[in-house]
């Protein structure tokens, strides 16, 4: 008898048809089926992931995990600006503060506006005017992503009480009936 391999005869093994033996691990089915999900998931990673350059596992990993890292500063970075926007004060210093604000406001004959606009079939540029409130740069963002729109781009400016928001915004074709139902919900949201 011949035996394949070392010529130990230890372990598991088969005769094949000419007589040797062939050996053939236990774990040689769940193995493949390991790689076989962990080359998936790297497929599935590259999907997920827009900047992947490199064709190799481990410049898959390299560059998600690079990529997630600059989604995480992102994240904390835009965190920083609504905690700036949005400092809470004491309620008895902020009803002192918006009877000062309105004061000022009604003298020079500011009141809350909202005017969007239609740039692109999909595209719209909202303009806001409105007093500043605490949370209310927050409920506007919150209110347009709830309606669907992708905000591309802002810009908030604050004086001496009075709030300017424009925004860029993207989502489905909007006709001139949805345009006044937006201004509505917005004014309403800056009543709140």
């Known amino acids: ?3 394949a391999g070392c010529g130990s005869g230890r372990g598991r093994g088969k005769l094949n048809e000419d007589g040797i033996m062939e050996f053939k691990s236990k774990n040689l089915d769940a193995e493949r089926r390991r790689r076989g999900k962990l080359n998936q998931r790297i497929k599935d990673l590259r999907a997920a992931v827009p900047m992947i350059t490199g064709m ?3 410049s898959a990993l390299d560059d998600a995990i690079t990529y997630i890292k600059g989604l ?9 600006c609504l905690e700036q926007l949005d400092l809470t004060v004491s309620p008895a210093v902020e009803e002192e503060e918006t009877h000062e604000v309105q004061v000022e406001v009604e003298k020079f004959n500011i009141h809350e506006e909202v005017k969007v606009t239609s740039l692109e079939e999909n595209k719209l540029c909202i303009k806001i005017i409105c007093y500043s409130k605490s949370g209310i740069f927050t409920r506007i963002l919150e209110l347009m992503t709830s309606l669907g729109f992708e905000i591309m781009d802002n810009n908030f400016t604050s004086f001496r009480g009075v709030c300017l928001t424009t925004l860029s915004v993207k989502g489905s074709q909007v006709d001139v009936t949805e345009l006044e139902k937006l201004e509505e919900y917005l004014l309403q949201a800056l009543q709140v």
Do not use: I, P, R
């Open 1 to 3: 008898m011949k035996l």
């Open 56 to 58: 190799t596992k481990a």
């Open 72 to 80: 995480k500063q992102q994240v904390d970075g835009l965190s920083n």
